[in-house]
Each structure stands twice: as structure tokens, then as C-alpha cells.
């Protein structure tokens, strides 16, 4: 399989409690972006890298979320101190670097249930 | 500040007749225009994008949109409708080709 891949799929946590989810994007993509969604809504945009850099960052994306693509390969969202409201579908998506295309490829998600 | 709108949550069309998921959108300057699906169990697929030129743009699929700047619609079409294509729609707009801003989506509901 040579997609976005995402891990794990499902994350059940404590209130309080930190995760990490790891993202693999296709391996020719030096572009990788995170997205948030909830039930009943669209994607949402936290963040995207250009190979290692992170260029963008959403305004809305709270201080306990950071993400990091050190070698500028699979990518890692981590919560601290998860909350409830955290409880989401973790979206994962590459794509080449051109100017404004918005092709994505998305990844199938990691569901976070925060308890 | 820059978004879509999906006014229908569900649509439904019987097979073999035409169908269309409503988008319109909100931005300063040029839009950047996108449609993808959702099928149940699988990640977000790229269907087709507006950036410039031709306002009928063709997709994967059978699919097709048309950019209607006087009404800022992106409404997305299929001259033909498979039970196949049941899954959820998403319309999105950028200004920046990266940062997509997401509507709600429509879930299609294609019965034989």
C-alpha cells in the first residue's frame, strides 16, 4: 500500500493524558498537513509542513497541540492534557509540492475518544 | 475570511437520473475551488478544483463543477448517478492551495 498512512486508528484516553499519532505520507510527497474532524462537520486545518519546516500553523490550534516532520518524512501530532473536546477523527494528507493545487491525499484517520 | 456553505445535508436521486450537490462560497480574491469524497471507511478523495480559466471543470468519476462567479456557486454535477456514487461530499476553498477551508458535507444517497 503506498497511500497516507495513519496510526494507530483508534486511540481511547484518559481526560488529562498525552497521545501521539504518527503520520507516513506518500513517500514522493514533500508535503504533509494535519486536519481535525468532528461528526457532522468538515475537515478543519491545524498545520502543514514543506519537507521538515513547518510553514502553517492554525489560529485556532490550542498550545497542547504540537507537531513536528524531523527528517522531514512521517510526521507526529502530539496532544498534552487531553480534553474531551479533543475527541475527534485525526486527518493526515501529503501532496506534491505544487503551487496551490490542493490535490490531497488523505489518510484514513485516527479517531481520538477522550474519555 | 474565506468559506463554503453546503445548504443540504442529504441528497437523494435515483439512479440514472442527473444530480447535483450545492456549494457556494465566500472569499477576497480569487477562489481556489474543490470538491472531495468521503465513501464510508476510506480517507477523503480529491474529485476535481477550480483555479483559473474554463468555468466547467471536468473530474474522476463522471464528475463535474461549474464555477458561477455572479452567483459564487460551485455546484457539483453528474449527468448520470450510480448507487456507487452514495458516499459524503465535501466543497472546499483556498486561497492558498493548502490550507483548505471545508464545508459540512452533503450525503449523497443514490437508490436503484
Known amino acids: 500500500d503506498t497511500g497516507v498512512s495513519q496510526n494507530p486508528r483508534h486511540k481511547i484516553t484518559k481526560r488529562g493524558q498525552n497521545v501521539t499519532f504518527r503520520c507516513d505520507p506518500i513517500?514522493?510527497?514533500?508535503?504533509l498537513y494535519w486536519y481535525r474532524q468532528t461528526l457532522g462537520q468538515g475537515p478543519e486545518f491545524l498545520t502543514y509542513?514543506?519537507?521538515?519546516?513547518?510553514?502553517?500553523k492554525s489560529r485556532l490550534l490550542s498550545d497542547r497541540f504540537s507537531a513536528e516532520r524531523p527528517k522531514g518524512s512521517f510526521s507526529t501530532l502530539e496532544i498534552q492534557r487531553t480534553e474531551q473536546g479533543d475527541s475527534a477523527m485525526y486527518l493526515c494528507?501529503?501532496?506534491?509540492?505544487?503551487?496551490?493545487?490542493?490535490?490531497?491525499?488523505f489518510g484514513e484517520g485516527s479517531r481520538l475518544t477522550v474519555l | 475570511a474565506q468559506s463554503v456553505a453546503q445548504p443540504e445535508d442529504q441528497v437523494n436521486v435515483a439512479e440514472g437520473n442527473p444530480l447535483t450537490v450545492k456549494c457556494t462560497y465566500s472569499?477576497?480574491?480569487?477562489?481556489?475551488l474543490f470538491w472531495y469524497v468521503q465513501y464510508p471507511n476510506r480517507g477523503l478523495q480529491f474529485l476535481l478544483k477550480?483555479?483559473?480559466?474554463?468555468?466547467l471543470v471536468k473530474g474522476s468519476y463522471g464528475f463535474e463543477a461549474e464555477f458561477n462567479k455572479s452567483q459564487t456557486s460551485f455546484h457539483l454535477k453528474k449527468p448520470s448517478a450510480l448507487v456507487s456514487d452514495s458516499a459524503l461530499y465535501f466543497c472546499?476553498?483556498?486561497?492558498?492551495?493548502?490550507?483548505?477551508?471545508f464545508g459540512k458535507g452533503t450525503s449523497l444517497l443514490v437508490t436503484p
Open positions: 513517500s514522493e510527497h514533500n508535503r
Open positions: 472569499v477576497s480574491g480569487n477562489p481556489y
Open positions: 509542513f514543506q519537507n521538515e519546516a513547518q510553514l502553517e
Open positions: 477550480y483555479i483559473t480559466g474554463d468555468n
Open positions: 472546499a476553498v483556498s486561497n492558498s492551495g493548502y490550507a483548505l477551508n
Open positions: 494528507a501529503s501532496s506534491y509540492r505544487q503551487a496551490n493545487t490542493g490535490e490531497l491525499f
